[in-house]
């Protein structure tokens, strides 16, 4: 490891670093330690702060480092000149490192938060001590300085690791008050991955209770964030049971969520093989389609992601039925998520829970697990993914010009090569001389969707 230059002492005692901690130390990325040394050359104080000391406490590896400056921005700016300022109401510079970018944040003190968002105004200082004590958690609340090897733990975040505890700092009702999405986090910061789901301490958890209203003054974005990562989580489904009990989805979803027993049992199965937006999905399986609209466009969801949760809503109550073409153009239709939704659909059904749709549902479990296992032992296409014929053949062999009975037919033939795994254009020649396409409705051909 490069030798590391001592800044600027901080104004609070800190303890030496545990062995597991200088381990990490030692390791540091080269272009981090350049940046800790290049701030402490101008005689600046540093330290790494929030979740990256939290990670290492718990012996993990942090995916972000984040640094604490009493420096200005204007200072840090002089020092990087390549640096970009990405925070500037909150004194963050965003530092570019070899292979990513380091924020490092100057050291303040927030007024008054009347909106329940964001501070009135901030003041820069030299206060390590004062910073820490605006932050949100304990386990958020601790700053290691690198050249000395010392930890500074003034609200006990150690002790609430261990004890698996998430505390707010200082008050709980004030803390909450300056930011209602520190609701949300408190519940993301509770999913401990392996360790499982920490307890939110007593105060915290009573000011949530009668705090929640707060998260109404979040904007969308900001909570859609937070909930998206609560959704990834490991243990999604306990906290979300823990969150429906205390009334706190209720705020940004529609509907009674305390009372749908139903819908937070399927939440507390094994969900590991689904993302965050189908675990969402699968959350609003008995949800109208305007409902799950209203919801996707109220969170402010990107356009992928609404689409990505309406599509999959729209298939719940619908089974293939366990035939080769059928099955094929549904495994070709869903790709990889073709046995996600037979998989969905088996919980739903074990939970008695009824879909909006409700249009195909099987008679038992024991449908669903056929077609998962006729859907196992199927071979894989020999036929590409592409048409086999282009609109410009279909025109020479129908007189057809452009237009949309052109493209349904080449849906139609491209449907027919899917489901009987045609490989030659020879065999889409002799089906297209079976079909009846002159005279029919070419709203009533086959296409490739389903359902």
């Known amino acids: 490891m490069n030798k590391i230059v001592e800044g600027r002492k901080a ?9 597991q901690t200088n381990h990490f130390l030692d390791n540091l990325p080269k272009d981090l330690i350049e940046i800790i040394n290049k701030v402490s050359q101008k005689n600046g104080g540093v330290w790494i702060v929030g979740g990256a000391v939290r990670d290492w406490m718990l012996g993990q590896n942090p995916g972000d480092i984040d640094l604490a400056v ?62 820490l004590e605006r932050r949100d958690f304990t386990i958020n609340a601790m700053a290691l300085d690198v ?50 789901v920490w307890e939110i301490e007593k105060s915290l958890k009573q000011s949530i209770s009668q705090q929640k209203h707060m998260l109404d003054s979040v904007s969308r974005e900001r909570i859609w964030i937070e909930w998206k990562k609560i959704l990834t989580g490991p243990n999604s489904g306990p906290i979300i049971e823990i969150m429906a009990i205390d009334g706190v989805l209720d705020r940004f979803l529609l509907g009674e969520w305390s009372n749908k027993f139903a819908i937070i049992d399927i939440m507390k199965k094994d969900l590991g093989i689904f993302t965050g937006l189908e675990k969402f999905a699968l959350l609003l399986c008995d949800c109208t389609k305007e409902d799950v609209k209203t919801i996707c466009n109220k969170l402010k969801l990107s356009r992928k992601e609404r689409e990505t949760i309406q599509k999959i809503h729209q298939m719940f109550g619908f089974i293939p039925r366990p035939s080769k073409q059928e099955m094929r153009k549904y495994r ?43 859907l196992a032992e199927m071979d894989s296409l020999k036929t590409q993914f592409e048409p086999l014929v282009d609109g410009n053949w279909i025109m020479y062999q129908t007189g057809l010009t452009k237009g949309i009975r052109l493209g349904r037919l080449k849906s139609w033939l491209h449907t027919i090569q899917i489901e009987r795994d045609l490989t030659e254009i020879s065999q889409i020649e002799k089906v297209l001389s079976t079909l009846s396409w002159e005279n029919s409705d070419f709203d009533d051909w086959p296409q490739l969707k389903f359902p």
């Open 332 to 374: 070709f239709v869903l790709q990889e998520f073709a046995e996600k939704h037979l998989i969905m659909a088996k919980i739903i059904l074990e939970n008695n829970v009824i879909v909006n749709q409700n249009k195909n549902i099987p008679s038992s479990i024991d449908d669903v697990e056929e077609t998962l296992r006729f």
């Open 147 to 196: 050249g000395r090897r010392l930890l500074y733990d003034p609200h006990n975040g150690r002790i609430d690791l261990s004890r698996g505890i998430i505390r707010a700092v200082g008050n709980a009702h004030q803390r909450l008050a300056e930011d209602g999405l520190r609701i949300m986090r408190a519940y993301r910061f509770a999913d401990r991955k392996e360790s499982g």
């Open 11 to 19: 104004d609070l005692d800190g303890i030496k670093c545990s062995e």
């Open 70 to 131: 009493d420096l200005i921005p204007e200072e840090m700016l002089e020092i990087f000149n390549d640096a970009i300022l990405t925070g500037e109401e909150f004194g963050t510079v965003s530092i570019r490192g070899e292979n990513c970018l380091y924020q490092a944040t100057t050291l303040r003190t927030d007024g008054e938060y009347s909106d329940g968002r964001r501070p009135e105004n901030v003041t820069w200082g030299m206060s390590l001590k004062q910073d």
